[in-house]
């Protein structure tokens, strides 16, 4: 069993800050490459930001320069530090990792969203 568990979301206001973290737990042997994708109403889900477990990373157009993504290795985390926050950042953030289970084959795992609302 495997659990991806989010933290530090919630409402800030336009040009604030926010760092989503993400815990992955379980019966891990390995993960590769971590993830955040969003969320918001009426849209599909997005790619926002991601880094491989080299720590080479890729953002979307719309985060670059605002958004950082890191990672600890040593304690299967991978963070995402949000500056210049804007409205059209608000959205249901979901971390993502392609990690293999003891005894299993690599899948891509998810976890539950934290909601990130950017308002005045």
């Known amino acids: 069993q495997v659990q991806l568990v989010e933290s530090g979301g919630g409402l800030v206001q336009p040009g604030g800050s926010l760092r989503l973290s993400c815990a992955a737990s379980?019966?891990?042997?390995?993960?590769?490459?971590m993830g955040w994708y969003r969320q918001a109403p009426g849209k599909e889900r997005e790619l926002v930001a991601g880094?491989?477990?080299?720590?080479?990373?890729n953002y979307a157009d719309s985060v670059k320069g605002r958004f950082t993504i890191s990672r600890d290795n040593a304690k299967n985390t991978v963070y995402l530090q949000m500056n210049s926050l804007k409205p059209e950042d608000t959205a249901v953030y979901y971390c993502?990792?392609?990690?293999?289970?003891?005894?299993?084959?690599?899948?891509?795992?998810w976890g539950q969203g934290t909601q990130v609302t950017v308002s005045s």
């Open positions: 379980g019966s891990i042997f390995s993960i590769d490459d």
């Open positions: 993502n990792a392609d990690l293999t289970m003891v005894g299993w084959n690599k899948k891509p795992y």
């Open positions: 880094i491989t477990n080299g720590g080479r990373t």
